[in-house]
């Protein structure tokens, strides 16, 4: 079982940055492939970025490619989100997802953090 745990959300200006983290107890989250979603209000969760293994390669939603960067510490089992030039419209609950070697889906999933952007 892994149990994934967001921080650093929190209410910024529009313009400003923040930085998540995820971190994992339980088991290692060496194998899995770490994301970054989002659900703003009444819209359904969204992907926002992905760093995979064994090789990080990373994805972004086209949204925020250029803004966001995604990156992961193994030895401190731990994956960021740092999240620049932040916009209203990325007001949302974020989440912290793992998937499993060979799984279709996210398997894991965090209990997630509150961002809001004011403009």
């Known amino acids: 079982q892994v149990q994934l745990v967001e921080s650093g959300g929190g209410s910024v200006q529009a313009g400003d940055s923040l930085r998540l983290s995820c971190t994992t107890s339980?088991?290692?989250?060496?194998?899995?492939?770490m994301g970054w979603f989002r659900q703003a209000p009444g819209k359904e969760r969204e992907f926002v970025a992905g760093i995979h293994w064994p090789v990080p390669y990373t994805t972004y939603a086209d949204s925020v490619k250029g803004r966001f960067t995604i990156s992961r510490d193994n030895p401190q089992n731990t994956v960021y989100l740092q999240m620049n030039s932040l916009k209203p419209e990325d007001t949302a609950v974020y989440y912290c997802a793992a998937q499993s070697t060979g799984s279709p889906t996210y398997d894991y999933w965090g209990q997630g953090t509150q961002v809001t952007v004011s403009s």
């Open positions: 339980g088991r290692t989250f060496r194998g899995y492939t």
